[in-house]
């Protein structure tokens, strides 16, 4: 019966938390992130579910953990943990894991104030900016991103008849926008959307079938982004995105953000240099940017940004001992 111990350091980033695991993880032999991240959900998943559940956890808790890159051609690679599962890229625990790393000593980038990250996802540059021995913001440039599919339609148990659209912005989202049957965030309260979201999510899931044009390994809608009117005056529009079985990000989350101007960019809406600054439930705010255009196999698509600021709230040393019942982490 063994304790296996895990070095982390936590923060948040715009609200959400970021758990930073610099020591403990396991050594696993791969040629990509995208590779190590498959070997590490066929063996290791239960340190994913220990460190991001309850006791040691809680239903937003999301999470990374570092390892060295597949080529020189990145600075670090990173693995994403969350009560969700280990997904393709996730922006707010990005920005925290580049703060953190970078005023922890954790990460050196080759070009300073520059770092390029391994994802399972591909690529992320992320530059950062200090302030004195602090990181004050960090501003990703993202994976491809593209609008996968518009105006679908789905029965959806206590709205009703609903209309969305799904994007891509590093994982794959379902877009619900203002509509007789929605009256938009802000309006329903996070609750109900707390409630309605695992249920309507398999049912998508059911109804359509979202591949990656040029990864298929990265299939179907995990996250569900409910959309609404700005409250705060620099804002765009603001949302709230489900993820995991319980979870509203606090964040206006990274790929959310980035699928949400995929999408308005293929509806027409958003042009290359537009800037968007979403709006999270909490009022946190990310800056987000259209960059170039690009095409995803044969899919239009774009390079967004996304920029935002996380802090450190302490460090913890978190031990799974094989004796205790509750190691792997539970949900309520
Ligand atoms: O910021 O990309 C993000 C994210 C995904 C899930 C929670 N946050």
């Known amino acids: 019966m063994a304790r296996h111990t895990f070095f982390c350091v936590d923060g948040h980033t715009c609200g959400n938390p ?3 695991v610099a020591g403990g993880g396991p050594r696993i032999e791969a040629t ?6 498959q070997k590490f959900i066929a063996a290791y998943d239960w340190i994913r579910t220990g460190l991001m559940f309850e006791p040691r956890g809680h239903d937003m808790m999301s999470g990374s953990i570092l390892y060295p890159p597949s080529s020189d051609d990145y600075d670090v690679g990173v693995l994403y943990i969350e009560t969700s599962g280990c997904l393709p890229m996730c922006g707010h625990g990005t920005i925290g894991t580049v703060t953190m790393a970078i005023e922890e000593g954790l ?6 104030g520059v770092a390029r990250l391994e994802t399972p996802a591909g690529l992320v540059l992320a530059e950062y900016e200090m302030d004195g021995e602090y990181v004050a913001s960090v501003k990703l440039t993202n994976v491809p991103s593209f609008l996968a599919a518009e105006g679908l339609e789905i029965d959806c148990p206590h709205f009703g008849r609903l209309t969305f659209d799904v994007a891509y912005g590093g994982n794959f989202y379902a877009i619900f926008e ?25 049912l998508l899931n059911e109804a ?23 409250t705060q005056p620099e804002a765009d529009a603001r949302n709230a995105v489900f993820y995991g079985d319980k979870a509203i990000d606090r964040s206006p989350c990274g790929t959310g953000t980035s699928a949400r101007m995929a999408q308005l960019h293929g509806k027409g809406l958003l042009k290359v240099g537009d800037s968007f600054t979403h709006e999270s439930v909490i009022g946190s705010l990310f800056e987000g940017g259209v960059k170039e255009e690009v095409l995803v196999g044969t899919k239009r698509g774009i390079i967004p940004t996304i920029k935002g600021w996380a802090v450190k ?6 031990t799974l001992d094989e004796r205790d019942p509750y190691m792997t982490g539970f949900s309520v």
């Open 313 to 318: 709230t302490g460090t913890s040393i978190i």
């Open 18 to 20: 970021v758990r930073l």
């Open 208 to 230: 359509y079938e979202m591949v990656h044009p040029v990864n298929p390994g990265i299939r179907g809608i995990t996250h569900l982004q409910w959309t609404g009117p700005a």
């Open 32 to 37: 990509s992130m995208f590779e190590r991240r």
């Open 107 to 112: 990460l050196t980038p080759q070009t300073p």
């Open 178 to 202: 203002p509509q007789e049957n929605f009256a938009g965030v802000g309006t329903v309260d996070v609750d109900t959307l707390v409630q309605v979201s695992p249920k309507l999510r398999t």
